[in-house]
C-alpha cells in the first residue's frame, strides 16, 4: 500500500548478534537481545523468553503491561543504539526503513518486529504505525489496521501516501460492516488528501469507490476521469465495471466493449 524510497543500511557490532536469530525465525519486528547470558537453569525461563519473542510479533509488543524480561530487553536494546546512532530518532528511522524492506519482501514477522523496535526508539515515528497498519491489514485485521494508521495520523496528519491508506482502509471495512461511519471517515481523509496534493491520482481514484459506494455514480465517473487523467496505470478495471453496470461513463470513454 505504501509507495516508498527504501533505506538501505548495514547492520553493526552488537546488533547482528541481535538480529541474526529473528532472522531465521522470520520474527516480526521486535528483537531479542542475544547479548543477554544463556540460561538453561530451568524451563520456565526458556518459557518467558518464548512470551518475549511473541509479544515481538505483534505490533507495538501487543500494547500489554511488560514483564520484567520485556524490561531488561528494551534496556539492553536502547542502550546498544544509544552507542551506535546519533540519537534515537537516527536510530527509529534506521529500523522502520529495515521494516518497510522486509514489508516488500513479504515478510510480515520481520518486518513487525522492526517496526516495533523503531516504536520503541521513538513513539512520534509515524512510519512506525503506518508500518504496523499495513502488517495488520495484509493479516486480514482491518479493525486494528485502521486504529495503527489512525495513530500514525494522529503524528503527521499532512502524509498523503499514509492518509489515502488509511481511506483505503476504510472503503474496505465498509464493504464488510455497511457501516456508514467508515464512508464518513474516508471521505474526511480523502478531501484533506485532495486540498494537500490537488495531483494525488490514488486519492481520486478512492474518492471515486467512495462515491460509488454513496450511490453518486456522476461524481464516481468524474473522480475516476481524474484519475485517469493524472495516472492511467492506477485504473481498476474491475471497479469499472462494477460502476459501468450501474451509469454509463457520460465521457463516452469506457463502455463494456472496451
Not at 548478534?17 to 532472522?23: N, S, V, Y
Not at 517496526?115 to 526508539?121: E, G, H, I, T, Y
Not at 513513539?123 to 485502521?146: M, R
Not at 490514488?202 to 455514480?217: C, D, I, Q, R, T
Request: hydrophobic residues 40%; negative net charge; contains cysteine.
Amino acid at each position: 500500500m505504501k509507495e516508498i524510497g527504501l533505506l538501505n543500511g548495514v547492520l553493526f557490532g552488537s546488533l547482528i548478534a541481535m538480529l541474526l536469530p529473528l532472522c531465521v525465525e522470520a520474527q516480526t519486528m521486535q528483537f531479542v537481545s542475544a547479548n543477554r547470558p544463556a540460561d538453561t537453569s530451568t524451563q520456565a525461563n526458556t518459557e518467558t523468553i518464548t512470551a518475549v519473542k511473541n509479544l515481538h510479533l505483534m505490533p507495538l509488543f501487543g500494547e500489554t503491561t511488560k514483564s520484567i524480561e520485556q524490561i531488561e530487553f528494551e534496556i539492553q536494546f536502547l542502550s546498544d543504539c544509544d552507542q551506535n546512532f546519533t540519537n534515537r530518532t537516527e536510530a527509529s528511522q534506521f529500523f522502520s526503513a529495515r521494516g518497510w524492506d522486509y514489508l516488500q519482501e513479504g515478510d510480515l514477522d520481520t518486518a513487525c518486529y522492526r517496526f516495533n523496535l523503531a516504536f520503541l526508539l521513538d513513539t512520534k515515528n509515524s512510519d512506525c504505525y503506518w508500518g504496523l497498519g499495513v502488517i495488520c491489514f495484509q493479516q486480514g485485521h482491518l479493525t486494528d489496521a485502521e486504529r495503527m494508521l489512525r495513530k500514525g495520523v494522529d503524528i503527521d496528519s499532512t502524509n498523503v501516501g499514509l492518509l489515502v491508506d488509511l481511506a483505503t482502509v476504510d472503503l474496505i471495512h465498509f464493504k464488510e460492516t455497511k457501516d456508514n461511519w467508515e464512508l464518513i471517515e474516508a471521505e474526511q481523509i480523502l478531501n484533506r488528501v485532495i486540498r494537500l496534493d490537488t495531483t494525488s491520482a490514488n486519492a481520486y481514484l478512492k474518492k471515486s469507490v467512495l462515491e460509488f459506494h454513496k450511490g453518486n455514480y456522476k461524481a464516481a465517473w468524474a473522480n475516476l476521469h481524474k484519475t485517469r487523467q493524472l495516472d492511467i496505470k492506477l485504473l481498476d478495471y474491475d471497479f469499472m465495471k462494477e460502476l459501468l453496470a450501474k451509469e454509463c461513463d457520460p465521457e463516452g470513454v469506457f463502455s463494456t466493449q472496451n
